[in-house]
């Protein structure tokens, strides 16, 4: 399966942005999905996920209650819904496939090509 991960860009401080994950090639009804980020210098870290039902999600501290991950499944899509965001939310954000509500990366096998969001103070 393919990602195409989309709708970075760039953003104030306490602005919103919604990112999207497209699935081409094979459906991602049974996967579990979930958003990674990478910021300059510092190494991959969990965001959020979500299971292929929609019943169940996770999120990192430093996000919670401010974005809202979902899904699509008919439209094969992820969503990432980013409020309030913060200059250290600034980096390449990217949607990744696998099994198991996971925060590790290792777990995860497909990955999309990462969109940038930047956050200025």
């Known amino acids: 399966v393919q990602l195409q991960a989309s709708g970075g860009g760039l953003v104030q401080a306490g602005g919103s942005l919604m990112l999207s994950c497209s699935a081409f090639?094979?459906?991602?009804?049974?996967?579990?999905m979930a958003w990674f980020r990478q910021a300059p210098g510092k190494e991959r870290e969990f965001v959020a996920v979500?299971?292929?039902?929609?019943?169940?999600?996770y999120y990192a501290d430093s996000v919670k209650g401010r974005f809202t991950i979902s899904r699509d499944n008919a439209k094969n899509t992820v969503y990432l819904q980013m409020n309030n965001l913060k200059p250290e939310d600034t980096a390449v954000y990217y949607c990744?496939?696998?099994?198991?509500?996971?925060?590790?990366?290792?777990?995860?096998?497909?990955w999309g090509q990462g969109t940038q969001v930047t956050v200025s103070s």
């Open positions: 979500i299971n292929w039902s929609s019943s169940n999600t």
């Open positions: 990744a496939a696998g099994s198991g509500l996971r925060v590790n990366a290792g777990y995860y096998n497909y």
């Open positions: 090639g094979r459906t991602i009804s049974r996967s579990d």
